[in-house]
T-cell receptor, first 117, second 110 residues
Framework: GAVVSQHPSRVICKSGTSVKIECRSL??????MFWYRQFPKQSLMLMAT?????????EQGVEKDKFLINHASLTLSTLTVTSAHPEDSSFYIC?????????????FGPGTRLTVL | QKEVEQNSGPLSVPEGAIASLNCTYS??????FFWYRQYSGKSPELIMS????GDKEDGRFTAQLNKASQYVSLLIRDSQPSDSATYLC??????????FGKGTLLTVNP
């Protein structure tokens, strides 16, 4: 149980284009989803917290107009990197929490590796 | 500022030995703690969660929590080369957010 998927797993795009990443909870309803970014040899950096049906909460320093998050259902959240630039190249990982006794346990998706040329 | 500190490593142990990973946290309000394993180029994978003082065992893994000392540890018994990875300690906070340490790179030598 508690499986999270992400799509695509890898994307290469040209500078200035937008990229959408999907995060799905496959076997549970995710009350809250999180988006992280990880640069090589660095730890996870939380970008935003996403709750179904409400606006995402962004961490300090994360541009909400550049990283658009939509959490339309209890099983799907999307992150759109708008007007991507080479410095946005990173490993983007989502996680989801379940309801119930282990509500604060985060289950991670496999990640999306974004390369902006 | 909530912080989670891990022994920076890298940590190298021979196959079959016990690997000990340590973590301290600053937020006394944290009630939940997690150990994740992250292989190079992959996303984190949950190993253990612990909520109460004491030990929690799951197979070759034992998590230990001491809230008075604000200390969490993970012991890996009979370490295997496949255990070689970065281990992330995380503390739970408000709104289900986790604060992660920077991770400890473990290498198990055959």
């Amino acid at each position: 149980g508690a499986v999270v998927s992400q799509h695509p797993s890898r994307v290469i795009c040209k500078s200035g284009t937008s990229v959408k990443i999907e995060c799905r909870s496959l076997d549970f309803q995710a009350t809250t989803m999180f988006w992280y970014r990880q640069f090589p040899k660095q730890s996870l950096m939380l970008m935003a917290t996403s709750n179904e049906g409400s606006k995402a909460t962004y961490e300090q320093g994360v541009e909400k107009d550049k990283f658009l998050i939509n959490h339309a259902s209890l099983t799907l959240s999307t992150l759109t990197v708008t007007s991507a630039h080479p410095e946005d190249s990173s490993f983007y990982i989502c996680s989801a929490t379940t309801s119930g006794a282990d509500t604060d346990t985060q289950y991670f998706g496999p990640g999306t590796r974004l390369t902006v040329l | 500022q909530k912080e989670v500190e891990q022994n920076s490593g890298p940590l190298s142990v021979p196959e079959g030995a016990i690997a000990s990973l340590n973590c301290t946290y600053s937020d006394r309000g944290s009630q939940s703690f997690f150990w994740y394993r992250q292989y190079s180029g992959k996303s984190p994978e949950l190993i253990m969660s612990i909520y109460s003082n004491g030990d929690k065992e799951d197979g070759r893994f034992t998590a230990q929590l001491n809230k008075a000392s604000q200390y969490v540890s993970l012991l890996i018994r009979d370490s295997q080369p496949s255990d070689s990875a970065t281990y992330l300690c995380a503390g739970g906070g408000s709104n289900y957010k986790l604060t992660f340490g920077k991770g400890t790179l473990l290498t198990v030598n055959p």
